[in-house]
């Protein structure tokens, strides 16, 4: 689980973690296991599974925002990536669609009434993937189907896996607004919807996307939205997007704040020779010593490939392959 970072292993985080309620209803945080567990909560068995899979104990963006979304509240969850977001808002989802699905004795599914109930939106391929593998992950137990759908990927195969019926869709807005204007997909039965980063998704341009995906939505939803930033942008997609919703805070309400765990530098480079040389000299010779691994980003698909050749040829001269 790459997303959910290093408090996932502190077996009794302190409440000096800056957790605040900003607005809404204030509810006791459900910190340990048990806490989780009982009537109208989450099943013994979900939370035995979570501690089998090792996890100590909630994080704080979990142990706020759960006891709301678990109420049926909308939440606005402003933490930082690697708060462990993302169980935060699946596992009450799931909660949701199990219970609809019980008092209604259907699967809730594209199959019936319009769509899927659950909907993510995150604004990236790479993080709808993320989000994807722990949906599966954790969603199969409770016979949870989810469809991964995003742009880059030929629509055939992601229009044939929302036809088996998937009750959580994870998507691009880009991906869902081609599915939603060619009615490859419906939303009339989404009850539960989630914008992960939504800063980052406004930042790419995605809020044409959102306003016509929300069209779409039925109005008596519940909607989970999550940022790491909290700009007069995000506050005015939050407006519209949510109800009466309970506003969480996780650290810092700094507008540029990003996670203290990461260490960031900035090298500054004339051009793309000297950038090469920076990798070749620098980056490569790092990993190749530590034995750890690295994630490098650029821009088209041809970079990707020459830089991996750039990588794998260093690597074979130094070991005089």
Request: overall charge neutral; aromatic content about 8%; proline content about 6%.
């Amino acid at each position: 689980m790459a997303e959910d970072g290093p408090t996932w292993g502190d077996a009794a985080w302190k409440d000096d973690e800056n957790v605040r309620t900003i607005h809404g209803e204030k509810l006791e945080p459900w910190k340990t296991w048990d806490a989780c567990s009982g009537p109208w909560k989450f099943p013994n068995g979900l939370m035995q599974f979570l501690m089998d899979a090792g996890f100590k104990c909630p994080t704080p963006v979990q142990a706020y925002t759960w006891p709301v979304l678990m109420k049926g509240l909308d939440v606005i969850g402003v933490a930082k990536t690697g708060s462990g977001k993302t169980l935060g808002y699946l596992l009450p989802g799931y909660i949701k669609v199990k219970r609809a699905e019980h008092d209604a004795n259907i699967k809730l599914s594209c199959e019936h009434r319009n769509g899927p109930a659950m909907l993510v939106m995150a604004p990236t391929r790479e993080l709808c993937q993320q989000i994807f593998e722990e949906s599966d992950r954790f969603g199969k137990p409770a016979q949870i189907a989810s469809v991964c759908i995003y742009g880059g990927a030929p629509k055939n195969q992601q229009q044939r896996q929302l036809y088996t019926g998937p009750q959580c869709v994870v998507a691009t807005p880009g991906r869902m607004n081609d599915f939603l204007r060619d009615g490859s997909i419906k939303l009339g039965q989404c009850s539960y919807l989630v914008l992960d980063e939504a800063d980052r998704m406004l930042d790419m341009g995605f809020e044409p996307q959102i306003e016509e995906m929300r069209r779409h939505l039925p109005q008596d939803r519940q909607t989970a939205l999550y940022t790491a930033t909290w700009p007069k942008e995000v506050r005015s997609v939050a407006a519209r997007m949510t109800k009466d919703p309970t506003h969480i805070q996780v650290g810092s309400s700094d507008e540029t704040t990003a996670n203290s765990d990461i260490t960031q530098h900035i090298v500054k480079v004339r051009n793309e020779a000297d950038k090469m040389k920076f990798l070749e000299n620098t980056i490569f010779p790092a990993l190749q010593r530590t034995g750890g691994a690295g994630l490098i980003f650029v821009k088209t698909k041809k970079s990707a490939a020459g830089l991996h050749y750039t990588s794998m040829r260093q690597v074979l001269a130094e070991n005089k392959f």
